[in-house]
């Protein structure tokens, strides 16, 4: 179950602020982010071996696009699409909006289910995809959002129970370099393994990779990478004037 919190704040330098962690089977491998498809220039995010796509990715127009599992539908299924896909089938566009309005335009019973967060400085939304129909998007309120397997804010998720009022509670923080505030909380592995927000490994399966990315109102995005668990790794620049 990966975790993606987000926070829109319309007229403030840095509009959107996003951090994600990616859990994950420990063996699957993956490639940092870069500008891994030349198909799609301008593209950047971490590929994922087994088919090529990506959990978290953004274009040069500065729209972000992310994907999670929802709940009961971890890993591939004979005669469905990668989830990997649906990211760089959004990044296509040059809006958040027209990114989410082209994933709504798809048959979701291609793919598993999926959660979707879009998202540019203007604002985000959330992607149901439910395995069947067209997916379902909803433009998110200003403030912050928490998504894991299930919609955002879902207070039943022993995970967003516990860590969205410690989000909301934090200062914010101040980016490129001062994310102190929320690298705490995505880093916390305390607790049952439910409502850990950096999941300790257990059979095979825990957090593999972390990222805090900042959109601002005028100039360039900013994107750190943790290439372990956020207790672990240091968070690094990705370099996103390539592709």
């Not at 200062?171 to 880093?187: F, G």
Request: glycine fraction near 10%; charged fraction near 20%.
């Amino acid at each position: 179950m990966c975790t993606l919190v987000v926070l829109h704040r319309p007229g403030h330098p840095w509009p959107l602020l996003l951090a994600a962690n990616r859990d994950e089977m420990l063996d699957r491998a993956w490639d940092a982010p870069a500008a891994h498809w030349p198909e799609r220039p301008g593209v950047i995010g971490g590929r994922d071996h087994l088919a090529g796509g990506t959990w978290l990715a953004i274009n040069r127009a500065g729209v972000v696009a992310s994907v999670l599992n929802r709940q009961g539908s971890l890993g591939p299924k004979l005669g469905k699409r990668s989830r990997g896909e649906l990211p760089l089938i959004a990044l296509a566009e040059d809006s958040a909006e027209a990114a989410a309005a082209a994933i709504t335009g798809l048959d979701a019973g291609e793919w598993r289910r999926f959660n979707m967060v879009i998202a540019d400085r203007h604002g985000a939304y959330f992607v149901r995809g439910l395995a069947t129909g067209a997916p379902h998007a909803e433009r998110l309120a200003p403030g912050l959002a928490m998504v894991t397997a299930r919609d955002p804010n879902d207070l039943t998720s022993p995970r967003v129970a516990r860590h969205l009022p410690r989000l909301k509670a934090a200062s914010p923080p101040k980016p490129p370099d001062d994310w102190e505030s929320w690298r705490a909380i995505i880093a916390d592995r305390s607790g049952a393994i439910e409502s850990q927000f950096t999941i300790e490994p257990q059979g095979g399966f825990g957090t593999i990779s972390s990222s805090l990315l900042a959109l601002p109102e005028i100039g360039a995005p900013v994107w750190l990478f943790a290439p372990e668990a956020p207790d672990i790794a240091a968070f690094v620049p990705v370099a996103l004037g390539q592709g």
